[in-house]
C-alpha cells in the first residue's frame, strides 16, 4: 500500500537549517510529482513546494522562495525538502503526499489520499 515516512523535523533557532526526508513506498516514485505540505497549529494544511517527475520544482508558498529548495532521489524512493534561514512562522508539521500526477498541479488535499504522520518543525529562540 502507498506508505510515506517523514523525517528529520526538530527544534532549531531562527536562522538555523533542517533537512526533512520523505521516503514513499507502495508506488513507483520515479513517475509522480511529490509535495510538501505544512500544518501549523490552527491553521489549515498549506502546500508549500512540489518536484515533478522531471525534476522541476513548483513552489507554492511565497515566503518560501529563496530559503526552501525540493530535490528527489528516485534510486531511494525518497524527496528531500532543504530549509534554510528558517523563521518562526515556519513552525508546522511537514507533510509529504502525491495526487498522482506527473507534473505539479496543487490540488485540494483531498485529492492527495495518503499521508504520513508528518514531522515536526519548531523554530523558536
Known amino acids: 500500500q502507498v506508505q510515506f515516512v517523514e523525517s528529520g523535523g526538530g527544534l532549531v533557532q531562527p536562522g538555523e537549517s533542517l533537512r526533512l526526508s520523505c521516503e514513499a513506498s507502495?508506488?513507483?516514485?520515479?513517475?509522480?510529482?511529490i509535495t510538501w505540505f505544512r500544518q501549523a497549529p490552527g491553521k489549515e494544511r498549506e502546500g508549500v513546494l512540489c518536484v515533478s517527475r522531471t525534476v522541476t520544482s513548483a513552489y507554492y508558498a511565497d515566503s518560501v522562495k529563496g530559503r526552501f529548495t525540493i530535490s528527489r532521489d528516485n534510486a531511494k524512493n525518497t524527496v528531500y525538502l532543504q530549509m534554510n534561514n528558517l523563521k518562526p512562522e515556519d513552525t508546522a508539521v511537514y507533510s509529504c503526499?502525491?495526487?498522482?500526477?506527473?507534473?505539479?498541479?496543487?490540488?485540494?488535499?483531498?485529492?492527495?489520499?495518503?499521508w504520513g504522520q508528518g514531522t515536526q518543525v519548531t523554530v523558536s529562540s
Open positions: 507502495g508506488f513507483t516514485l520515479s513517475y509522480y510529482a
Open positions: 503526499a502525491t495526487n498522482f500526477l506527473g507534473d505539479c498541479t496543487l490540488q485540494s488535499v483531498h485529492a492527495y489520499g495518503y
